[in-house]
């Protein structure tokens, strides 16, 4: 049976976690529409993948949040430089339930849970001190006890639509596999470099 590129990206991807030294070998870049028609691009770290779909975690109301419930369709891409791998994954983005957010705000460590209840992403501040002392404050104020998650933070599920791998060769003869859902079937077609 033929692999899925689900599978495939699975595969690829424990290889080169296996083999990388990166700081944040999940990150992967997160595009999305922009409002006024720009696309947007930023960076974010794959949680995990579920039944399929690709989950990223963090404020829901910052200009990903906007522009995500305004037109869900997104891309996410990946550049795994110890396999030379790219991947571009098309898809739509849902919402996780209130559930799967609760419990990926517990898995985050304290200090970075505080930073999710301080800050308000995006919104213009005029010291960073300013957010310093706030989270200063809530650190003494919750000292010993556990924090709850802020309504803003969540996650999406990327459902995907076309998967791309592009492995890199350097004489430029890159090989493209381009995966597309048809149908709800999964049809391959190559690419040239
Ligand atoms: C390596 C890396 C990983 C990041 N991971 C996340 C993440 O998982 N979730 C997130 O919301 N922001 C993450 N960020 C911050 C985003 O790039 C971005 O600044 C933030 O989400 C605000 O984007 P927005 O204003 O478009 O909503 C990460 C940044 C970097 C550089």
């Given amino acids: 049976m033929d692999i899925t590129p689900i599978e495939y990206f699975n595969e690829l991807f424990i290889k080169e976690l296996s083999l990388t030294k990166v700081s944040i070998p999940t990150a992967c870049c997160l595009s999305t529409i922009g409002t006024d028609g720009f696309p947007n691009a930023r960076f974010v770290s794959l949680k995990e993948i579920v039944d399929g779909e690709f989950v990223i975690t963090g404020n829901m109301s910052s200009r990903k949040g906007i522009e995500i419930s305004e037109i869900n369709k997104v891309a996410l891409t990946f550049w795994w430089?110890?396999?030379?791998?790219?991947?571009?994954?098309?898809?739509?983005?849902?919402?996780?339930?209130?559930?799967?957010s609760d419990s990926y705000f517990a898995a985050r460590n304290r200090e970075s849970q505080i930073v999710s209840i301080v800050s308000e992403q995006g919104k213009e501040i005029s010291t960073f001190d300013e957010l310093n002392k706030k989270y200063q404050i809530l650190e003494k104020e919750y000292l010993g006890k556990s924090l709850e998650r802020p309504k803003d933070f969540g996650g999406y599920a990327i459902k995907p639509q076309r998967i791309e791998f592009l492995e890199f060769k350097t004489t430029r003869f890159h090989e493209r596999k381009l995966y597309e859902l048809i149908d709800g079937k999964w049809k391959i077609i190559y690419l040239q470099p």
Avoid: H, W
């Avoid at 791998?85 to 559930?99: H, L, M, T, W």
């Fill in 81 to 100: 430089t110890e396999t030379g791998q790219q991947v571009r994954i098309q898809g739509n983005a849902e919402r996780i339930s209130e559930e799967l």
